[in-house]
């Protein structure tokens, strides 16, 4: 039996993508918290002072002195996924956005968010991922139009 060469292309660059899915034992595949409660989420992210630094669209939130305003939620072009949000909050250095205040970034690059770890129940977590993940929004993408030319 004889393959194309497109055919030898597609089978080498499907191989090449299964492989890249990761199932090894540091895998996420099966990885699933419970869902959680958006308006526990909200006390939970005014009892650990996450205000103090994060404001977030639309929610009026208890008045606090800071030099920061971080922004959350709002119009996005991409929304945040589940792990992402989870990701953020347990490893804030994990991926510093665009744009992000250099006054918020130690001089190692590391994000001066404090660790929260031992101080957060996994309830707690969920619910401030429910509270959050709420309150992004897609932006509805506006192709440029193109008139056609006879």
């Known amino acids: 039996m004889q393959f194309s ?7 080498i660059s499907s191989l090449i993508f299964i492989s890249g899915c990761d199932t090894g034992p ?3 595949k099966g990885f699933s918290l419970p869902e959680g409660d958006a308006t526990q989420g909200e ?3 005014v009892e650990l002072k996450c ?19 971080i922004g959350l939620g709002g119009k996005v072009a991409r929304i945040k996924t589940y792990g992402e949000l989870v990701t953020s909050i347990i ?9 992000y ?5 130690e001089s190692d690059g590391q994000s001066k968010m404090k660790n929260y770890n031992e101080a957060m129940t996994v309830d707690q977590l969920i619910n401030l991922v429910a509270f959050l ?4 929004e897609l932006e509805e993408y506006t192709p440029t139009y193109y008139p056609v030319i006879p």
């Open 26 to 28: 540091k895998s996420a």
């Open 101 to 105: 205040p250099s006054a918020e970034i």
């Open 51 to 69: 205000h103090a630094c994060h404001t977030v669209s639309d929610v009026k939130l208890p008045e606090v002195e800071s030099e920061l305003s």
């Open 133 to 136: 993940q709420a309150h992004y």
């Open 5 to 11: 060469d497109t055919s030898i292309l597609i089978i």
């Open 91 to 99: 490893n804030p250095s994990h991926r510093l956005a665009k744009g």
């Open 43 to 45: 006390q939970t992210f």
